[in-house]
């Protein structure tokens, strides 16, 4: 287990209440197999029923990420994109540049790294980001090959 991740029983409360739509916007980030945006998730909540602002969607996300609740990598452009975080804590991912599927990687090498260089660096609640992009198997196989032997 990383050190530095919240563990599920430390992890923060949520700010305030728990509305229908924030019910509503944690039960479709349960239903998310991949990293979702606030805009795609927004537009996912159009079709539950419960009629969620994308002012909601944007407080709810950052109050789950503080509470330690989402994993959060940046796209291509950016753009934050969010996912549940797992039971076992913090992790990291690899994440296809062309589609956005994501798979977690073994990371521990990475975590020890951070905690020894804030420990001798004479730093507490030391953060990082590592962001793995690349092109998966599947979006590998869709794009043609150019006649130069490159891709696309």
């Known amino acids: ?58 407080r709810t996300l950052r109050e789950l990420e503080r509470a330690g609740c989402l994993d959060v990598v940046r796209d291509e452009t950016g753009e934050r994109r969010y996912r549940k975080r797992s039971d076992d804590g913090h992790r990291h991912y690899l994440m296809c540049r062309a589609c956005g599927r994501s798979r977690p990687v073994e990371s521990e090498a990475v975590e020890q790294w951070a905690e020894r260089t804030g420990r001798l660096s004479g730093y507490a609640a030391v953060e990082h980001i590592v962001e793995l992009t690349g092109i998966c198997t599947r979006c590998r196989r869709d794009t043609p090959e150019r006649p130069d032997g490159g891709e696309g």
């Open 1 to 58: 287990m990383n050190d530095l991740a919240p563990r599920q029983a430390e992890r923060a409360p949520l700010a305030g209440r728990t509305t229908r739509q924030r019910s509503a916007v944690m039960r479709v980030l349960d239903n998310c197999a991949d990293f979702v945006s606030a805009q795609a998730l927004h537009e996912r909540l159009a079709t539950t029923g419960v009629p969620v602002g994308l002012a909601t969607v944007y």
